[in-house]
C-alpha cells in the first residue's frame, strides 16, 4: 500500500467508538485511531443519544485529527498528579503495612482525572467542586485533590483522642472542605469532600442536594454554572446499587437538578471479590447512565493522556449541555479489597497478571522520557521531593497525639459552631396576632386568576370558618410556621411525593387551573414582601433518593428550613440506610449538624401493613439518649441548672429528636424551633393522617402567638373537674383523640386522665413527672396503638419509671399484643383489636 493510499479520505463506519457515518478521515488516522481504541485506550457510548447537535459536538472532540493531543507541559502535569497518587500510596504501604487504607494501586490516574475536571469546571466558571466517592482512593484525593494537610491524615493512622463531641470514624469514611489554588490555572476553588458511610452510593444524593442548595443560595440554577457535584464510583457499586439510578433520575427534574452531575468510576473490574459475569447483567458497569442519555468514555487507567483528555471533555460536556456524563477509568487493583486481603483466593489468574504488570507510574515514566517531555533525573528529583515531604508530615503528626473533628467538617459552619452552648436558651417561637391573621387569610382565599377544583373551594371555606373561630387545622398550623419563616428571611424547602397538595389533599399549597395546562398559583408566595423563597415540589417516586437529596440540601445552609415528607410512614423502609447511617449518626460520626425535618404519616386506621406505621419504634431505637439518671442529676450535670436549661442540654446533647405530635400549635411550634435552636438536631415527626380534619385537632391563635413555645408534654383539657382520678393512660399521637371519645362514651371524663407526650426524644422527665403527680393515687397505664413489639412501649416505660420514681412493673401496658406486621389488613381484625384496646384502656380494675 503506497503512501498516497493511506492519504485517501474514507467514510467512517457507524462504530459508536468512532462516529457517524457523514465523516471521512484518511485511512492511517482511522487505522491509527482504531488501533488505539480497539487496544482497549478509548471507548465511546452516545449512538442512544438522539440531539444531533451533541452528537456532532461529541465527534468533534474525538474525530478531529490531533483532537486529545497534549501540550508537553500539560502532560508533565499530568505526570506529577500521577507520581503523587503512585508515590503516596508506597509511602503509606511502606510505614503502615498493616493499615486499612482501601488504595488506589492500579488505578492511580484516578488523581489526574480529578484534577483535570476541577481545573475545567474552574475554566467554565465553577466557585466550588463538591465530591461524594466510597473507600477505594479516598486517602489519595484528600490529599492530592482536596489539599488536606496530610499530617492531619496521618494522625488517623495513630493512636489518637477525640478533640470535640462525637464518636469519630475510621479514615476513608471522613471527609473535608479546603479552598485550593489550581496548578495549572491559578484559579481559586473551593473543594469539598463529603463524609460517607460505608453504604457505598448511599452519598450521592447527598451531594446533589447538598449542591443544589448552593446553586438555590447563588442564584445559579437551573445551568449550576458555580457549583458541580463529581460523584466517584466503583465499578460493582454503579451497576448494583439501586441509589445511582434514583439519584440519576433527578439530574433533569426542575426543583432537583444541579445541571449536570460528572460520574467518574474507578473501575477495577471486580466487586470485593465477585467477577463481573456474576455482579451485573449489562456489558458495562456504566449502562444505568444510559437513562438519562449521558455519554459515557471508557479509557484506559494506564494511560494517563487519555484519562485526562476524557475528563477534560467530559467537564466541558457538562458545562455545555447541563447533563450526567460518566467517566468509566478501567484499571484493576492492585490489592486484594484490602490491603490485608488476600485475592488470590478468588481471582488467581487475574492476580497473577497483575503482579506482573508494571504500575501506572512506572509505564507513563517511560513513555514520556521516550518521547522527551521528562528526563530521569527530573523523575527522580520529584519523587524525591514528594517523599522528603511526606516524611516531614509524618514527623509532625507523631507529635499530635489527637484529632479535631473541625479538622474534617465538608461544610464550612464556622461561625455557627463557634457560637453553639447548651446554655444558650431557645427563644420562644410564637409569632403576633397580626401576622397570624394576616397569613391565615392569604391562604383561606382562592385566586382569581385560576380556575380552581371544588375540593380547593371547600378547603379554603373551611380555613375560613376555623380563621373566624380563631382557630388554626393541621394545614393552617404548617402554612403559619412556613409563611412567618419566609417572613423572616428563612428560605422553606418541602420535597416528596405529592406534596404540593399532600398525600390526603389538605396541604394544597400549588392551586392548578382546571382549564389551563401549566397554569398553577403556590398560595404561600408573595404573602410577604421581599419574602424568602418558598419551593414546594413533587419528588420522583423514589424514598431513598429524595430523602438523601433533601438530606444533602440541609447540610448547606443552616438557616433553610429543608423538610422530606414521605407519602406514608412506612415508606421509609427505602430509605432506611439514609436514616441509620446519614441522619440519625452524622453529627456523632462526622461532626456535621443537619436540620433535616422527615415527616412520617403514621396511625392505625385499617390501611393496612405498608400504610399504617413510620416506624416510630426504630426511630426511637436509634435515639441516643440514656436513661440511668434523671437530665439535671447525672455525675456531669452542671450545678444549679434551671429546667429550661435542662430540657435546652438535652436536646444540645440527642442525636435527633423525635415527636409524634397531636395539635396544630405543636407542629407550628416545632418547626420553627428547629430554626430558632441555636444548634441544629434532625427531627422526625410522626405526622396524622386522620387527624388532619378531627374537630379535635385544632389549635386556638392564643397557642401559637407572642410569648408561647412547644409544649413536650400536653395535659387532658378535657377532664372533668371534682371526680377522683383513679387511672392516667399516658399516650402519643393520634391515639389520643380515640381514648377522648371512647371516655366521653363511657363518661369517664372524672375517673380517667389522658396526658399526652408529644415529644419522645429526648424524653420530658419533669414535665411527665409535674403532670402525673397531680393525681398521686391512680394507676398508670402507657397506651399505645401499635403493636407491644412496636411503637414507643418499651422505649418509654422505663422513662416513665425513672421520672416517676416507680417500678418499671408498676406501668401498665395498654395497646395491641405483639405482631411480625405492623398492623392487619382485615377491617374487621382491625376493629376487634381497637375495641380490644378501648375496653383496656377504659378498665379500672
Known amino acids: 500500500m503506497t503512501e498516497a493510499d493511506m492519504d485517501r479520505e474514507f467514510p ?41 447537535h451533541e452528537l456532532d459536538w461529541l465527534r468533534d472532540k474525538f474525530e478531529v485529527p490531533g483532537a486529545w493531543e497534549l501540550t508537553a507541559e500539560h502532560r508533565k502535569f499530568i505526570w506529577m498528579d500521577v507520581m503523587r497518587a503512585s508515590t503516596f500510596e508506597a509511602f503509606l504501604q511502606k510505614k503502615y503495612p498493616t493499615e486499612k487504607r482501601f488504595g488506589l494501586d492500579g488505578c492511580e490516574s484516578f488523581i489526574p482525572s480529578m ?6 469546571c474552574a475554566e467554565k466558571g465553577a466557585e466550588t467542586v463538591v465530591i461524594g466517592m466510597a473507600h477505594r482512593g479516598r486517602l489519595n484525593a484528600l490529599i492530592n485533590v482536596c489539599s488536606k494537610p496530610l499530617f492531619q491524615l496521618l494522625t488517623q493512622f495513630s493512636s489518637f483522642t477525640m478533640e470535640g463531641f462525637g464518636s469519630g470514624d475510621v479514615k476513608y469514611h471522613l471527609g473535608t472542605h479546603a479552598e485550593r489554588i489550581l496548578e495549572r490555572s491559578k484559579k481559586k476553588i473551593m473543594v469539598a469532600l463529603i463524609a460517607n458511610p460505608s453504604h457505598l452510593e448511599a452519598i450521592n444524593p447527598v451531594v446533589v442536594g447538598r449542591v443544589r442548595a448552593e446553586q438555590v443560595e447563588k442564584n445559579d440554577t437551573p445551568l449550576g454554572k458555580k457549583s458541580v457535584p463529581i460523584l466517584v464510583h466503583g465499578d460493582a457499586a454503579f451497576s448494583g446499587q439501586g441509589v445511582v439510578y434514583e439519584t440519576m433520575h433527578l439530574t433533569n427534574l426542575p426543583e432537583y437538578t444541579t445541571g449536570g452531575v460528572i460520574h467518574i468510576v474507578i473501575n477495577n473490574q471486580i466487586g470485593f471479590t465477585t467477577d463481573p459475569r456474576y455482579s451485573r447483567s449489562s456489558e458495562h458497569c456504566t449502562d444505568v447512565a444510559r437513562v438519562v442519555n449521558a455519554p459515557i468514555f471508557h479509557v484506559h487507567g494506564d494511560d494517563p493522556d487519555l484519562v485526562t483528555y476524557a475528563s477534560q471533555v467530559a467537564s466541558e460536556y457538562r458545562a455545555q449541555f447541563h447533563n450526567d456524563v460518566v467517566v468509566d477509568i478501567v484499571g484493576y487493583r492492585r490489592n486484594g479489597h484490602n490491603e490485608l486481603d488476600e485475592p488470590m483466593l478468588t481471582q488467581p489468574l487475574m492476580y497473577k497478571r497483575i503482579r506482573q504488570h508494571p504500575d501506572v507510574l512506572t509505564v507513563y515514566t517511560e513513555k514520556l522520557i521516550k518521547e522527551g517531555v521528562i528526563t530521569e533525573a527530573f523523575a527522580a528529583e520529584e519523587i524525591q521531593k514528594y517523599l522528603d515531604h511526606c516524611e516531614a ?67 379554603m371555606d373551611r380555613r375560613t370558618q376555623l380563621k373566624e373561630s380563631g382557630l388554626a387545622d393541621w394545614a393552617m398550623g404548617e402554612c403559619l410556621a412556613f409563611s412567618s419563616l419566609l417572613k423572616e428571611g428563612h428560605h422553606v424547602r418541602l420535597s416528596g411525593q405529592d406534596v404540593e397538595r399532600g398525600t390526603f389533599s389538605h396541604r394544597i399549597h400549588v392551586i392548578h387551573d382546571q382549564s389551563r395546562d401549566k397554569t398553577w398559583k403556590n398560595i404561600l408566595h408573595g404573602i410577604w414582601q421581599g419574602q424568602a423563597l418558598y419551593t414546594v415540589s413533587n419528588s420522583s417516586l423514589s424514598e431513598v433518593g429524595v430523602c438523601g437529596f433533601e438530606l444533602g440540601y440541609s447540610t448547606y445552609n443552616h438557616n433553610a428550613l429543608t423538610i422530606w415528607e414521605a407519602q406514608f410512614g412506612d415508606f421509609s423502609n427505602s430509605c432506611q440506610v439514609i436514616l441509620d447511617t446519614l441522619l440519625a449518626s452524622g453529627e456523632t460520626k462526622w461532626g456535621r449538624q443537619v436540620g433535616l425535618i422527615v415527616l412520617l404519616p403514621h396511625g392505625m386506621e385499617g390501611q393496612g401493613p405498608e400504610h399504617s406505621s413510620g416506624r416510630l419504634e426504630r426511630c426511637l431505637e436509634l435515639c441516643d439518649d440514656d436513661c440511668a439518671y434523671l437530665p439535671g442529676t447525672e455525675p456531669s450535670a452542671p450545678q444549679g441548672e434551671t429546667l429550661e436549661q435542662i430540657m435546652t442540654r438535652q436536646l444540645f ?24 435552636m441555636p444548634f441544629r438536631k434532625p427531627l422526625v415527626i410522626m405526622s396524622p393522617k386522620s387527624p388532619l380534619r378531627h374537630a379535635l385537632a385544632v389549635s386556638p391563635f392564643a397557642d401559637m402567638e407572642t410569648g408561647t413555645s412547644f409544649m413536650p408534654v400536653l395535659a387532658d383539657q378535657f377532664v372533668k373537674p371534682g371526680g377522683v382520678i383513679q387511672k392516667v393512660l399516658i399516650c402519643t399521637g393520634k391515639v389520643f383523640y380515640e381514648l377522648v371519645a371512647e371516655r366521653r362514651r363511657k363518661q369517664l371524663e372524672d375517673k380517667i386522665v389522658i396526658v399526652r407526650v408529644e415529644q419522645l426524644c429526648p424524653f420530658p422527665y419533669q414535665l411527665l413527672a409535674q403532670e402525673i403527680d397531680k393525681y398521686p393515687n391512680a394507676k398508670i397505664m402507657w397506651l399505645q396503638e401499635e403493636h407491644k413489639n412496636q411503637g414507643g412501649y418499651y422505649y418509654v416505660r422505663d422513662r416513665i419509671a425513672l421520672a416517676l420514681g416507680m417500678p418499671v412493673k408498676d406501668i401498665a401496658y395498654g395497646g395491641r399484643p405483639v405482631s411480625a406486621a405492623p398492623s392487619t389488613g382485615s377491617k374487621i381484625i382491625h376493629l376487634t383489636e381497637l375495641n380490644d384496646m378501648m375496653t383496656m384502656a377504659m378498665n379500672l380494675d
Open 393 to 459: 508530615e509524618l514527623k509532625k503528626a507523631q507529635g499530635i497525639d489527637s484529632m479535631n473533628m473541625r479538622d474534617w467538617h465538608d461544610v464550612p459552619w464556622t461561625d455557627f459552631f463557634s457560637n453553639q452552648s447548651p446554655t444558650r436558651p431557645i427563644p420562644p417561637t410564637g409569632i403576633d396576632l397580626n401576622t397570624i391573621e394576616t397569613i391565615c387569610k392569604a391562604v383561606s382565599t382562592p385566586p382569581k386568576d385560576i380556575e380552581v377544583h371544588n375540593v380547593v373551594t371547600r378547603t
Open 653 to 676: 446533647e440527642i442525636n435527633w429528636i423525635v415527636c409524634n405530635l397531636t395539635t396544630p400549635a405543636n407542629l407550628f411550634h416545632a418547626f420553627r424551633r428547629q430554626i430558632l
Open 115 to 120: 484534577i483535570q475536571c476541577i481545573e475545567t
Open 12 to 52: 467512517l463506519a457507524p462504530f459508536t467508538v468512532i462516529g457517524g457515518p457523514k465523516r471521512s478521515l484518511p485511512l492511517k488516522e482511522i487505522l491509527m485511531r482504531l488501533n488505539q481504541v480497539y487496544c482497549g485506550h478509548l471507548g465511546l457510548e452516545y449512538t442512544y443519544i438522539h440531539d444531533l
